[in-house]
């Protein structure tokens, strides 16, 4: 997966007018307008990826020491695979041969490099420029591995206010109230209602 996102990267960088780099999922809407969306990101002075220090088995638990020195296990992070960076972080990722080899090498098999090398390495080389925070919206109030899928009887005014309403975050280091751009998971039952709706719950 990481192998693929640093070749989409790579090849994204080609155009030098490109100077930000998106990763969703195909289950993946926008919650805002395209003029919305496109002024959070350019004006934001960081890039949005989770790095958290879980101490649990499914953070610091899956941390293989064999990854040092050039991995500490104090610099060990987790995070949604899904994230928004600048072109400055983007060239770091593509450029990297220090870190994603020790990944490639000692992160299995029940280490997901998706959700680790990415907030690793960037909080090892960049961690200023990181808003340590996801804009991609999900639910996991449903328990499980995996979280909500919404479909079709989902899709109602009253379900956006929630993804719209009653968030606190920050953005360029002051206080926000508008923290997700992006939502998941949707399945294509929910495309039909989603049309309908969009012009009043989401401005487009």
Known sequence: MCDAERRLLANALLDMSNEWFILLSESCIPVY??????????????????????????????????????VNISKWRKGSQWFEVNRKLAINIVEDVTFYPKFEQFCRPAC???????????TIQSPNLLANRSITWVDWSRGGPHPATFGRSDITEEFFKRIHEGHECRYNDQPSSTCYLFARKFAPSAMEPLLRIAPKALGF
């Open 33 to 70: 307008n395209f003029s919305v969306v496109y002024q959070y990101i350019m004006k934001s002075k960081y890039s949005y990826m989770g790095a958290f220090d879980d101490p649990g088995p499914f953070g610091r638990g899956r941390y293989n020491h064999n990854m040092a020195p050039e």
């Open 112 to 122: 997901y490099v998706d959700e680790h090398y990415f907030p690793t390495m960037l």
